[in-house]
């Protein structure tokens, strides 16, 4: 237990019944994540294959099984599964598929495929706020682990009921494509074990200790899922902060914490609140902040850092006045103190607040990183491969067959695929099916006939060869025989354009190689499509420009947090809907990412519609200490010099810039 204080040994050695930790920010929790993992292993000799480490991201489970790596020998941890909700989910169902009704090589589908089904099933015409709102409304459903028929009694208004309706046929066409959405994952392995014993035998008896991190961000299937395999044993660790809980809009219950007492009498509480991140003055604020909230369970966070220096608050003119003192402050504390870009990070409530500061930056030659760009798996060549892999693995999945029947072009336009559509919708069967039959190809003229039958025999020869090569070795000949490199080659405007599209589709044939033991194309290709955008997110030494929301689990030197005013931060649409709270909870896990200091600022103007108003300081700041904070503008002797400071380290940037 070397290296734990107290409150983290006692959470790694409780493992006798369920446990609950409440791990504040900075607190260590990973630490204690997976030194129980080791003691579980080398003290209880529980079989790693035994154990299951829950996460939320796949960065994060990256992370928990090199800790652990790092701590035992390899083969002493053959077997762990360390993954999140998601990826455990269809590890259940591709060894329960024939339960599930589903067949070997199902599909996964993403956002895109789930929003062209609804499309085709809404009525013609319908506007895209229409679809988003039915697709929330049927993820809800699944979240809630309610059927298409509990969905439909469930439902009170119209557009409920309209909902349930499409929800029910939507599931029906998933169903016919062999495919399931991401809610399905959790959703079907739920109500399977609840409905068969014997399945939720088998599976406690495989999965015989759980560790379950950032709790507070589980909805109620997730909930569901831990408490099924749990079982009346209830040997699981479940790891979270209700401080932290800031993904209600995305289905979120951190009253999941409170119901675990409800389900589990004997459940120990173990808080964690020593932190090792912040500076003192950043957590007492912090904890003054969060105090305004209403709390279940207590928590005081302390630190053994340094004081630190008081928080700096900036009054601007209006945003563009805003990025630019943050750019100069950035530039001004990297030269006093020599530190590399990557230990600054600007923090904001909407993705559109980070305009202002890239024009401030790039004329400061700052390098920076804006995080939630286009996503690696969301590139067109790599969604266009991996729609390849996806037909020849599962015939059945219309939405692959649409995209890879396309890309690259061949002579099958809108009219042919109507005319398949109207066949398969007629004999009940897939586009893939429908293509294979004479009859079909007879109707077509010569050279739309010609061209589908060569993707026919194509899809089929590269299912033979799924047989004999590995997923790297298929998708690398898939890609060329495909013409999928020659259309890249063909469509790009110069050859580094073509290296830089040509390096996606290595990228994913090489992860395909290093899990070459997962599976066959289409398990590998489901494994893919569960990844996020944040798994390939290598910013390098560049200043972090992101979303409060995305900087959960992340931690710099410098952190600046911009917007920080009524309407902004909190943001009006939260208000409008009671989320205060979270809003609350949001600005905490903003401000502690702070390691050293904390920067606040906001613009006392704002252009809305074409109209100037004016805005109000956040109430947040009314809730911090005063005597934490430095209002910069109020204390004329040190704002000068201040002032002083920034000017002449702008001044000579730009002087270096005309000299280059």
């Not at 290296?3 to 409780?14: E, F, H, M, S, T």
């Not at 060869?465 to 110069?494: F, H, M, Q, Y």
Request: aromatic residues 6%; charged residues 30%; hydrophobic residues 40%.
């Amino acid at each position: 237990m070397s290296g734990l204080n107290p409150q983290q040994a006692a959470a790694v050695a409780y493992r006798s019944g369920p446990l609950l930790v409440l791990a504040g920010a900075g607190s260590g929790k990973t630490k204690v994540i997976t030194e129980k993992i080791v003691r579980l292993i080398r003290d209880d000799h529980l079989s790693p294959a035994k154990i299951a480490a829950i996460t939320f991201t796949n960065k994060a489970a990256k992370e928990m099984r090199e800790r652990v790596g790092k701590l035992l020998r390899a083969e002493a941890m053959e077997g762990l599964t360390v993954c999140t909700f998601h990826a455990l989910g269809l590890k259940f169902l591709q060894i329960e598929h024939e339960a599930a009704g589903l067949r070997r090589g199902f599909s996964i589908f993403d956002a895109d495929d789930t929003a062209g089904v609804l499309k085709e099933l809404l009525p013609k015409g319908a506007k895209p706020d229409v679809l988003d709102g039915v697709r929330q409304l049927i993820s809800k459903a699944k979240n809630d682990v309610l059927s298409p028929e509990a969905a439909m009694a469930c439902a009170i208004s119209p557009r409920e009921r309209e909902a349930a309706e499409i929800y029910s046929q939507y599931q029906r066409r998933l169903s016919a494509f062999n495919a399931l959405d991401f809610d399905d994952l959790i959703r079907l392995p739920v109500s399977l074990l609840d409905a068969r014993e014997d399945l939720t035998t088998v599976w406690r008896e495989r999965l015989r200790y759980l560790l379950v991190d950032e709790y507070q961000d589980s909805n109620p299937a997730q909930y569901a899922l831990v408490k099924l395999l749990a079982g009346p044993r209830g040997m699981f660790t479940c790891v979270g902060d209700d401080d932290q809980s800031i993904y209600a809009w995305r289905g979120a219950n951190p009253e999941n914490l409170k119901q675990l007492s409800h389900d589990f009498p004997n459940l120990r509480l173990i808080k964690l609140e020593q932190n090792y991140r912040c500076a003192k003055r950043i957590l007492r604020a912090a904890n003054a902040l969060i105090a305004n909230n209403p709390h279940e369970h207590v928590k005081a966070l302390w630190s053994e850092h340094v004081e630190g220096e008081p928080i700096r608050v900036f009054e601007c003119r209006d945003d563009e006045h805003e990025a630019e003192r943050v750019a100069a402050e950035i530039d001004l504390i990297a030269k006093k103190h020599t530190l590399p870009w990557n230990e600054f990070a600007v923090l904001f409530r909407g993705n559109h607040q980070s305009r202002p500061l890239e024009r401030a930056l790039q004329l400061l030659r700052i390098p920076y990183h804006l995080s939630g760009g286009t996503a690696f798996l969301d590139r067109g060549d790599v969604k266009d491969t991996l729609s390849w892999l996806r037909l020849v693995a599962n015939p059945d999945d219309d939405a692959a067959f649409l995209r890879a029947v396309t890309c690259p072009k061949r002579d099958i336009g809108s009219t042919t695929l109507a005319r398949l559509g109207e066949h398969a919708g007629q004999h009940h069967e897939s586009l893939m099916r429908a293509a294979e039959r004479i009859e079909v190809l007879k109707q077509l003229p010569a050279r739309a006939s010609a061209a589908l039958d060569g993707f026919v025999h194509l899809i089929r020869r590269l299912r033979q060869l799924s047989n004999v090569l590995t997923p790297a070795d298929l998708c690398r000949r898939l890609i060329d025989d495909s013409g999928l490199l020659a259309e890249v080659k063909v469509s790009s405007r110069d050859d580094n354009l073509f290296q830089r599209r040509k390096g996606n589709l290595d990228e994913l044939a090489g992860w395909l190689e290093a899990a070459r033991g997962g599976g066959g194309p289409g398990e590998l290709a489901a494994q893919l499509a569960l990844l996020s955008h944040s798994d390939r997110d290598e910013p390098g030494n560049a200043v972090r420009l992101m979303s409060l929301h995305g900087s959960k689990g992340l931690e710099f030197r410098h952190v600046f947090i911009i917007g920080v005013h009524e309407g902004s931060l909190p943001h009006d649409a939260s208000l409008d809907e009671g989320r205060l709270d979270e809003e609350r909870r949001l600005m905490y896990v903003g401000m502690t990412r702070a390691k050293e200091l904390l920067h606040l600022s906001y613009p006392k103007r704002a252009k809305r519609f074409g109209e100037v108003i004016k805005n109000e300081p956040s109430r947040f700041l009314s809730e911090l200490p005063a005597k934490e904070l430095h209002w910069i503008g109020r204390d004329a002797e040190k704002d000068a010099e201040r002032r002083e400071d920034v000017a002449s380290a702008t001044l000579a940037r730009l002087a270096a810039l005309f000299k280059d």
